[in-house]
């Protein structure tokens, strides 16, 4: 079973910090993706990454996937209040089933005005 | 205009009741699954069908039976409900295919289920 472990599972800022939320795992992915999802919704893609090392920006958001492809983080600039959500990665596997998609546990943003 | 739509939204009901959650995906995906969320928040995996035929089934108590009459649909029936299966089921399509297989996950807004 391939787990993937997120970090902090809290986090609480006030608006203009800086922060990063981890991904980790023991296993090789090929692809991981990051979702927000706010209070009442289901999860919306953020983006996707592929290649190891790999990095990519969404405005203030930048987001890697680890040279190994075992893990990924998400750096957020300047936080806002619209920032708050809770987020989560998901991996697909380089093996077994490929519709399957694994997710952490989340990591629940509060920014502060 | 709702992508995924799930029914209903919240449910409350007795343990030892049968419930089903309906789901409907008007992208034209060919890959449709189950999550269930927990109190943690846990989102784990519960089925998924792929043109109507089930390709995951993770370990989850045969009260629970997935059934997909075609591909925009996708509903989940629980038997004999115990307090334990208290959470948000979440119903997400993808198009398999797309993008490499690595298309992402379109999600419902979730149903509540609340087992008193």
């Known amino acids: 079973t391939q787990l993937l472990e997120q970090s902090p599972q809290f986090l609480s800022i006030q608006e203009g910090e800086n922060l990063t939320v981890y991904c980790n795992s023991s296993s090789v992915f090929s692809s991981l993706q990051w979702y927000r999802q706010e209070p009442g919704e289901g999860p919306v893609l953020l983006v996707t990454?592929?290649?190891?090392?790999e990095v990519k920006k969404l405005k203030r958001l930048t987001f890697q996937f680890g040279d190994a492809r075992k893990d990924s983080s998400l750096h957020i600039t300047a936080a806002q209040p619209g920032d708050t959500g809770l987020y989560l990665c998901a991996g697909k596997g380089s093996g077994g089933s490929n519709y399957k998609l694994t997710f952490g546990k989340g990591t629940l943003l509060t920014v502060n005005p | 205009d709702t992508a995924v739509s799930q029914t209903p939204k919240y449910l409350v009901t007795q343990m030892g009741n049968d419930k089903s959650i309906k789901c409907e995906q008007n992208?034209?995906?060919?890959?449709m699954y189950w999550y269930k969320q927990d109190s943690k928040k846990f989102l784990k995996i519960m089925f998924s069908y792929n043109n109507k035929e089930l390709i995951i089934n993770e370990t989850v108590p045969n009260r629970f039976s997935p059934k997909s009459p075609d591909k925009a649909h996708l509903n989940l029936h629980i038997n004999s409900l115990e307090l334990g299966d208290s959470a948000v089921y979440f119903c997400a399509s993808r198009h398999y295919l797309d993008r490499g297989g690595n298309s992402p996950l379109h999600f419902g807004n979730g149903t509540r289920l609340t087992v008193t």
């Open positions: 990454v592929v290649t190891g090392g």
């Open positions: 992208l034209g995906h060919d890959t």
